[in-house]
């Protein structure tokens, strides 16, 4: 079952997005840091932030929140996919995929256009991402321009937008 999570489930999802990211490909060890942070910024979507439950265990998370992408003097709104987290025994059965569709159906039902992440390009792309720099997105920080990656939700919502990518 995939649902909102609730604020007594943060110190579990804490734990959750932790031991996951000890085995992930692309990690900087402080993600469960990171979800905290987001949820304290004005950035946060209660309404996008998800779990995967199973038999009353929460199995997966993830989160969409609100960044933007710096266009001339002004700023574009779109989404930002961090993290997405599943409970090893439960990774390569669908719990990932199922938690990034749902999580875009609702962005998309709630107007929200494109979705970028920093990630795996091997496990994204599948999703129909591709890297920020395709679309003209570049960033300021030193992470490989493949592993950050934009989608569009709705067709053509990056076109004629380029800019620098707000983390």
């Known amino acids: 079952m995939i649902r909102k999570e609730t604020q007594e489930e943060f110190a579990q999802i804490f734990d959750l997005v932790k031991i996951a990211f000890q085995t992930a490909k692309v990690s900087n060890g402080l993600e469960q840091e990171f979800v905290n942070q987001l949820r304290n910024s004005g950035n946060y979507i209660p309404e996008l932030a998800l779990v995967a439950e199973e038999s009353d265990k929460i199995i997966g998370h993830i989160m969409l929140t609100k960044t933007y992408i710096i266009v001339g003097g002004s700023?574009?709104?779109?989404?930002?996919?961090?993290?997405?987290?599943?409970?090893?025994?439960?990774?390569?059965?669908g719990v990932g995929t199922k938690l990034v569709h749902e999580s875009f159906a609702l962005a998309k039902a709630m107007g929200y256009t494109a979705v970028f992440l920093i990630g795996d390009p091997a496990y994204y792309h599948r999703f129909g991402f591709k890297s920020s720099v395709e679309f003209g997105v570049t960033q300021l920080h030193n992470i490989p321009d493949e592993h950050v990656m934009a989608c569009e939700l709705v067709p053509n919502a990056l076109v004629g937008i380029s800019g620098i990518i707000e983390w």
């Open 75 to 93: 700023k574009v709104e779109v989404l930002l996919l961090a993290p997405l987290s599943v409970a090893l025994e439960y990774r390569n059965t």
